[in-house]
C-alpha cells in the first residue's frame, strides 16, 4: 500500500480533528507507518521530524523501548477493570508516584481518559466542594483571556480562543473572563515580571466584584499553549495563589500541556513555588502512548465529599475508561524514566541549545517576537515588524511553513502565525539543527508576497 492508496481509503470514511476536510483536496494526508524516536515514516518511505511531539503528547521518542516493553508485560496481565468497587497495581503505584513528584499537600488522584475530561473533573469537584459547604451561590468560574482548556463543553466554556468557542457560544456556560498577564504585549523595556505583576490587578478587582459566586480560577501555568505559546511570568501565579486563598476561591492549574518537564521543571507551578487546588495532568502522562489523564487535589477537599452514603455527597464523574490498566503502565514506564535519568537537567543543556539556535530568528524582518519558556520556543511572525500588525489569519502563512516543512521532512504545525518547537526530549544536535533550519526557510518561504 502506498500514500496515496491509504490517502483515499482514508478520505472516504473519516473525519479529522481541527481540520477543514475540504483542504484535503489540495494537500494529501500523511499516513503513517511507523514511528522511532522523533520520526515518523509513511507509507512512501519518507520520514518527518516530529518537531511538536505529536500535539504535545510525546516525550522520549515515538516506540520508545522502556516504554515498549512495560505495555507488553502489562498486556499479558490485564488490560482493563471497571475502576468502580476494584483497583489495580498499576493506577495504585501511579497515584503514589504522582502524589510525591507533584507539589506536597496535592495528596488525592482522581484519574480520567483525556485533558478536557480532567478539566471537567476539576470544574465539578470543585463546584460540588462549595455545595457540600453549602455555598450553593459558587456557580462561576474565572478563566483568562486567551485560554485553552480542551473542547468539551464545559473545558471550552473555560477557555477563551475564540477559534474554538465562537460557534458553540450559546451552549456554554457563563464564565468571568479576565485580561491575561502575556507578555507579548507588555511596553517597551518592561520586564516580563513587571508586566505580569502589573496584569494581576485586573484579576485582583475580579475576584474582589466576584468572589461570592466563583468556585475557581483556572490557569494554564506560565504557557498559553493553543492561544499561540503566549508565555509569562511566574509572579502573577505568586500573585494568583495569594488571592485565591484571600477571597475563597479555588486555584485549578491546568498542567496538562505543560507538566512534566515541558517549560523547565517537571511542573511549571514549581517555578512560582504554588501548591494549586486542582492540577490537571494529561498528554505526557503516558509518555504520549495512550490517553489518560489526572486530577490531584487536597485532603481537605476530598474530605468534604467523605461522608455517608445517604448524604449523596459522592462524587459522580464516571468514565469507563477510567483508570485503564495499560494507560497506568505506560504512565509508570515514563515516570520511571525521569527517575533513571537526570532527564530535566538534561532538558535544561537542550533548551540552551534551542535558544542558541533560535537566536537568528530575532532579526528576520518579520519575526516580532522569538520567546521561550523551557522546552518551547515560540516565533512569532508578523506583517509589520515595527507595528506588529499581524498578518490577516485569512492569509494563513503559517500553514504554509507547514507545508513547506513537510516537503523537508519535519512536520512543525503553526498556531496561526505562530511557528514553534515542542520536541521530544530525545532529540539530538543534528536534528535540532535540522528542525530550526527548515523552520526559517518556511518561514523564508511563508512571507514572500
Ligand atoms: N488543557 C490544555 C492546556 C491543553 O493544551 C489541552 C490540549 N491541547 C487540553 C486541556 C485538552 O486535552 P485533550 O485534547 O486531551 O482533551
Redesign the pocket.
Known amino acids: 500500500m502506498t500514500n496515496q492508496q491509504y490517502a483515499g481509503r482514508d478520505l472516504s470514511v473519516l473525519w479529522h480533528p481541527c481540520t477543514q476536510m475540504k483542504d484535503h483536496e489540495s494537500f494529501p494526508i500523511i499516513p503513517i507507518k511507523s514511528g522511532q524516536g522523533v520520526w515518523l515514516v509513511d507509507f512512501d518511505g519518507n520520514r518527518y521530524l516530529d518537531a511538536i511531539s505529536s500535539?504535545w503528547v510525546n516525550l522520549f521518542g515515538h516506540a520508545n523501548p522502556t516504554i515498549n516493553a512495560a505495555l507488553k508485560d502489562q498486556l499479558d496481565n490485564l488490560e482493563h477493570v471497571i475502576f468502580a468497587g476494584f483497583s489495580h497495581e498499576p493506577a495504585i503505584k501511579l497515584a503514589e508516584q504522582l502524589v510525591n513528584i507533584t507539589p506536597e499537600g496535592l495528596s488525592r488522584v482522581f484519574y480520567a481518559e483525556?485533558?478536557?475530561a480532567a478539566?471537567e473533573v476539576a470544574l465539578k469537584m470543585s463546584f460540588h466542594y462549595w455545595r457540600n459547604l453549602g455555598k450553593a451561590r459558587k456557580t462561576k468560574f474565572i478563566t483568562l483571556e486567551n485560554s485553552?482548556?480542551?473542547e468539551t463543553l464545559g473545558?471550552l466554556a473555560v477557555g477563551n480562543v475564540s477559534l474554538y468557542k465562537e460557534t458553540y457560544e450559546p451552549l456554554l456556560m457563563e464564565t468571568i473572563s479576565v485580561p491575561g498577564p502575556d507578555c507579548y504585549n507588555r511596553e517597551a523595556g518592561e520586564s516580563w515580571s513587571e508586566y505580569s505583576a502589573r496584569r494581576f490587578a485586573l484579576m485582583e478587582s475580579a475576584l474582589q466584584r466576584h468572589a461570592d459566586e466563583v468556585c475557581a480560577v483556572i490557569v494554564?501555568p506560565l504557557v498559553q499553549?493553543?492561544g499561540g505559546m503566549r508565555m509569562y511570568d511566574p509572579i502573577y501565579l505568586q500573585l494568583l495563589r495569594k488571592a485565591c486563598d484571600r477571597y475563597g476561591v479555588h486555584l485549578i492549574a491546568?498542567e496538562?500541556?505543560v507538566g512534566f518537564g515541558r517549560t523547565g521543571t517537571m511542573f511549571a507551578c514549581e517555578q512560582a513555588e504554588i501548591r494549586p487546588d486542582f492540577m490537571c495532568l494529561?498528554k505526557g502522562l503516558t509518555g504520549g502512548y495512550l490517553p489518560l489523564s489526572a486530577v490531584l487535589t487536597t485532603d481537605k477537599l476530598y474530605q468534604s465529599f467523605y461522608d455517608e452514603y445517604q448524604t449523596l455527597k459522592s462524587f459522580l464523574h464516571s468514565h469507563s475508561y477510567t483508570g485503564n490498566a495499560l494507560a497506568c503502565r505506560a504512565a509508570l514506564a515514563t515516570l520511571g524514566i525521569f527517575q533513571h535519568n537526570d532527564v530535566i537537567n538534561q532538558n535544561r543543556r537542550l533548551a540552551a541549545r534551542m535558544a542558541k539556535l533560535s537566536e537568528r530568528f530575532n532579526s528576520h524582518p518579520n519575526v516580532a517576537e522569538v520567546r521561550q519558556c523551557g522546552m518551547i520556543v515560540a516565533i512569532e511572525l508578523v506583517k509589520n515588524k515595527q507595528t506588529r500588525e499581524p498578518y490577516p489569519w485569512q492569509e494563513r502563512r503559517g500553514l504554509l511553513v507547514y507545508h513547506y516543512a513537510l516537503s523537508k521532512g519535519v512536520l512543525l504545525r503553526p498556531l496561526g502565525n505562530v511557528v514553534y518547537f515542542m520536541p521530544p526530549y530525545v532529540i539530538n544536535e543534528d536534528e535540532l539543527q535540522l528542525m530550526v533550519d527548515v523552520a526559517w526557510n518556511g518561514i523564508q518561504y511563508a512571507v514572500q508576497d
Open positions: 500535539w483525556i485533558g478536557s478539566v485553552y482548556h480542551g473545558a494554564e499553549c493553543a491546568d496538562i500541556a494529561s
